[in-house]
Each structure stands twice: as C-alpha cells, then as structure tokens.
Nanobody
Framework: QVQLVESGGGLVQAGDSLRLSCAAS????????VAWFRQAPGEERVLVAS???????NYEDSVKGRFTISRDNAANTMYLQMTSLKPEDTAVYFC?????????????????WGQGTQVTVSS
C-alpha cells in the first residue's frame, strides 16, 4: 500500500507562484508513476501533470509553460511548481500514484491518492 500526503496549498493572488509537494511512503518511489490532478467545485477531476517512472512528463495544455512537475526519488517526493497562477487554477489538487509504466491521463489509471490540498487564486 502507498500513502501520499500533499502539502503547500494556500491562498495566493493572480500572478503569484506556489509549490506543492507530495510525500510518498509504503513502496519504493522510483517504482511509481506519479501525477497531479485537480478538481474544481462541480467539475470532474482532471490531470494537471504527470511524470512516469522513467521521468517522461506530460502537461495539460492550460498549464504548459507555467507549471513544472518534478520528482526526487531519494526523498520519496514529487513537486509541482506553479507560476503565473490564474483564478481558473483554483481547485483542490490531488497527488496520485500508479504502478503502471505508461503516462496515465485518467483518474482510474492511478491506484493511490492523497487527500488533496486546496489552492485558491484570487483576482
């Protein structure tokens, strides 16, 4: 079993930056593909960015050039650096992990989930 704990969310203004962290335990982190999803009120949970076991990255179009996903296997931690934040980035951000080797884009492709962290961007 894998446990995931997010941190780093908060309330910021448009244009600000924020870094989210996801600490993993229970399985060698290097064995996992990991991703960030987000869910706004009344909307479906959608992929923000993913990074596979071999460090192949994928971004949702609206965050390309603004967000950067990274991983530190030695620290069992994944990060999401968010810059130039916009009000439409407001959501609960979830960390997810999978034992699958491919680039998962759908929530059902990830077996393990964190509890989520709220990011609110004011205009």
């Amino acid at each position: 079993q894998v446990q995931l704990v997010e941190s780093g969310g908060g309330l910021v203004q448009a244009g600000d930056s924020l870094r989210l962290s996801c600490a993993a335990s229970g399985r060698p982190f290097g064995d996992l593909g990991v991703a960030w999803f987000r869910q706004a009120p009344g909307e479906e949970r959608v992929l923000v960015a993913s990074i596979t076991r071999s460090s192949i990255v994928n971004y949702e179009d609206s965050v390309k050039g603004r967000f950067t996903i990274s991983r530190d296997n030695a620290a069992n931690t994944m990060y999401l650096q968010m810059t130039s934040l916009k009000p439409e980035d407001t959501a609960v951000y979830f960390c997810a992990a999978t034992r699958n080797p491919w680039e998962g884009v759908w929530p059902h492709e990830y077996e393990y989930w964190g509890q989520g962290t709220q990011v609110t961007v004011s205009s």
